[in-house]
C-alpha cells in the first residue's frame, strides 16, 4: 500500500491553477505511525513519540503559521467504521481546515516557521488524504446547496 504524506511538485502546480482567491476548505484525513519517526538529524525533536504526541507537537508548532493565514479549524472527528469505502483505509483523526483563500494556504506552506514545525507532521504520519474543496452554503435538501 502506498503512504501518502506530502503533496507533489505536480499536485502543488495543479492547486495553484485553481482559483487562489476564494475560500477553501481543506478535508485532513490522517493516520499515525505507533512511533514518530524523526530523521537522524532531528532525532532528539521526539525522541519515544508516538505518532499521535509528534502529531500534537505539529499542531502547536504550526499554530502560528495556520493563525497567520486565517486559517480555523471548522470540524473535526475520530472515525469510528468506514460505512462506504475500504475497510483497511481506518483513520485515527479526520478535521476540516478553512483558509480565506487558496493563496492564504500557500503562503501557509511558505512560512519558513511552519516549514520548521512540518518535520513532526512528517513524523508522525503513516498515511494520510489532503482533499481541497470549494466550500458551499447547504441547502434545505439533503446534498444541496445554495
Sequence with gaps: MTAWLDPTREIMAAFRDLPLDRPVHMINLLR???????????????AG??????????????AGPFARAGGRQVWLGVPELTV???????????????YPTGQAFVDMLRDPEYRTAVIHRQ???????????????PAAGFGESE
Excluded at 499515525?32 to 521526539?46: E, I, Q, S, V
Excluded at 513524523?123 to 452554503?137: F, K, Q
Design 84 to 98: 462506504i469505502g475500504p475497510a483497511e483505509e481506518r483513520w485515527a483523526l479526520a478535521f476540516i481546515a478553512a
Design 49 to 62: 513519540r508516538t505518532g499521535a504526541e509528534a502529531y500534537a507537537a505539529y499542531g502547536r508548532a504550526a
Design 32 to 46: 499515525f505511525r505507533a512511533h514518530a519517526a524523526y530523521p537522524d538529524d532531528h532525532a532528539d525533536a521526539g
Design 123 to 137: 513524523a508522525a504520519v503513516a498515511d494520510s488524504r489532503l482533499i481541497r474543496t470549494a466550500p458551499r452554503t
